[in-house]
């Protein structure tokens, strides 16, 4: 049997994330059956919760994992997002039994914490341990792991793994319900504003509170404090759920940039995009919309193969670069951004890892 666990947090008060969603409906296309993990937190989990809730809640998580580790046996395989939703409790032991019955287990890294979480991160030195730890434990059980891109990879083997059993996902697939349906190709133009969809707090997002004065801006996203004090280029539209918000962007190009400059991607957010695949690259590419996207961006080397977007090093030098772009450049590569947003909306680039996960697992058990 192939299981997928399906994590859920009731008293969690958002959308929950989509690319693990998507992740799920994916597995579940693909015959994965889904193990649910109901988790009703107490306190505000993960934040500020006080050492009662920290206790009562590590417990809880605990004892929702336990049967996982009865329910599979030899030669199933089992299917763990990174990093679990859970993060009080690190189920390594449990994942260690679930080992030893013979299961194989499958690892997709959305997030490499123990990369992202530096010492100059404003978190407790105990939290930045449990979580580097949650990231090696679980690593280490992995049959097989689905990285985001080759500087992922390298950056585990610098850490220690042995990277001959990790897979390059590349990019994350996008999935749009009815996308054909409601979707207008006109929203998106070269003489339009440029997109930015983003958290858009000032700690994670500095750099959208001085965006550059000589080009137009449409910002979407939660966070957003630009209030009196907001640019006339900078016009913010609200925060939406992921499903609509590809139905309500208009622009020119998609920007993917962190951190608190417009001059580099800088901080723990910005040196980030050197190993990840940010997701809104993936929601701007879904849409058909070409992105613009920092030069040394792990991503960057996506958009320059595929030609669906250009790198800058600079906000700065945004508005002369794209003054350098003819309308039928522009063309070519809005066109190769469609190409590729079919690609994200039907689930090329998800599958494609599996499978290859699927069939290394299936040599091993022939061997």
């Not at 993990?37 to 107490?42: R, Y």
């Not at 605990?62 to 030899?74: D, F, M, N, T, Y």
């Not at 207008?184 to 509170?209: E, H, R």
């Amino acid at each position: 049997m192939r299981y997928y666990i399906c994590e859920h947090q009731i008293g969690e008060n958002n959308a929950g994330p989509k690319a693990r969603e998507d992740v799920e409906k994916i597995l579940k296309s693909e015959g994965f059956k889904p193990i649910d993990l109901n988790v009703t937190i107490n306190g505000k989990y993960n934040h500020k919760e006080n050492f009662f809730d920290k206790i009562f809640n590590k417990i809880k998580i605990e004892k929702a994992w336990k049967p996982i580790s009865r329910q599979v046996g030899k030669n199933d395989i089992i299917f763990i997002q990174l990093p679990f939703l859970g993060r009080l409790f690190t189920p390594s032991k449990i994942i260690k039994w679930i080992k030893k019955r013979g299961t194989k287990i499958i690892v997709l890294v959305h997030d490499l914490d123990s990369f992202r979480y530096t010492a100059d991160t404003p978190i407790k030195k105990i939290k930045r341990y449990v979580i580097k730890e949650e990231d090696i434990k679980t690593l280490r059980f992995a049959d097989q792991i689905i990285v985001h891109n080759e500087n992922m990879r390298k950056q585990l083997k610098f850490m220690g793994f042995d990277t001959s059993n990790m897979i390059d996902l590349n990019i994350f697939d996008y999935l749009i319900p009815n996308f054909d349906q409601y979707y207008d190709p006109q929203k998106i133009d070269c003489n339009k504003p440029i997109i930015v969809a983003s958290s858009l707090s000032k700690i994670k997002a500095g750099y959208a509170y001085d965006l550059p004065k000589d080009c137009e801006f449409n910002l979407y996203g939660p966070g957003y404090q630009g209030g009196d004090h907001q640019k006339q280029n900078v016009h913010y539209f609200g925060s939406f759920p992921p499903d609509e918000l590809p139905f309500i962007l208009e622009g020119s190009y998609g920007l993917v940039w962190d951190g608190s400059s417009i001059d580099k991607c800088e901080g723990p957010n910005g040196n980030y995009l050197k190993i990840n695949n940010p997701h809104k690259t993936s929601l701007y590419l879904a849409c058909g919309i070409p992105v613009i996207v920092w030069d040394k961006a792990a991503v960057a080397r996506f958009v320059k193969k595929n030609n669906c977007g250009i790198t800058i090093d600079s906000l700065r030098n945004l508005n002369n670069t794209l003054n350098l772009i003819t309308p039928e450049e522009y063309k070519k590569l809005k066109k190769a951004a469609v190409e590729v947003g079919k690609r994200l909306r039907n689930s090329y680039y998800t599958k494609k890892a599996l499978n290859l996960a699927l069939t290394e697992l299936n040599n091993e058990c022939n061997n």
